[in-house]
């Protein structure tokens, strides 16, 4: 079975250009439920460079479904099995201001879109620099 991966390195994530945001926020909650962008958000700024792409986004996933922590591997190689969307296409970079950074690793942080390091990641000629997806086209 052919494994897809999500996974940058040395890259940077700027906000989509189109996102109505100029400072960052934190996304909301839907009721007493966390969303995606919540859920990705938590994971990013509580543990910056723990994860990768591929960790945040099946970390997710898997919460979202209820899968066991035991059918982890098993769930984890069937959802990569198929080419996942990536960070470019997360509420974080469309929506709520944060970019992304990959590390030589392709481990990930995010960074608000206003902050003194998302402009010295932007800048920064040693990384690729891509922005995110537009919402609309």
Same mark, same amino acid.
Not at 70 to 93: H, I, N, V, W
Not at 101 to 108: A, E, L, M, V, Y
């Given at each position: ?54 960790? @945040? ?10 899968? $066991? $922590? ?33 590390? $030589?690793?392709?481990?990930?942080? @995010? ?17 690729? @620099?891509?922005?995110?997806? $537009?919402?609309?086209?």
């Amino acid at each position: 079975m052919k494994v897809h991966t999500t996974n940058y390195q040395n890259t940077f994530i700027e906000i989509a250009p189109d996102s109505p945001v100029k400072v960052a926020e934190m996304p909301p909650l839907k009721g007493d439920k966390k969303t995606v962008a919540s859920s990705q958000c938590d994971m990013l700024i509580d543990k910056p460079y723990q994860y990768t792409s591929d960790d @945040v986004l099946f970390q997710v996933y898997a919460e979202r479904n209820n899968i $066991k $922590k035991s059918d982890y591997k098993k769930a984890r190689e069937e959802f990569f099995s198929k080419g996942q969307p990536c960070m470019r296409t997360s509420p974080l970079t469309k929506r709520y201001g944060w970019g992304v950074h990959s590390n $030589k690793d392709g481990k990930i942080a @995010v960074y608000a879109c206003e902050s003194a390091e998302y402009k010295k990641f932007s800048k920064d000629k040693s990384l690729a @620099v891509i922005k995110a997806m $537009k919402s609309t086209k």
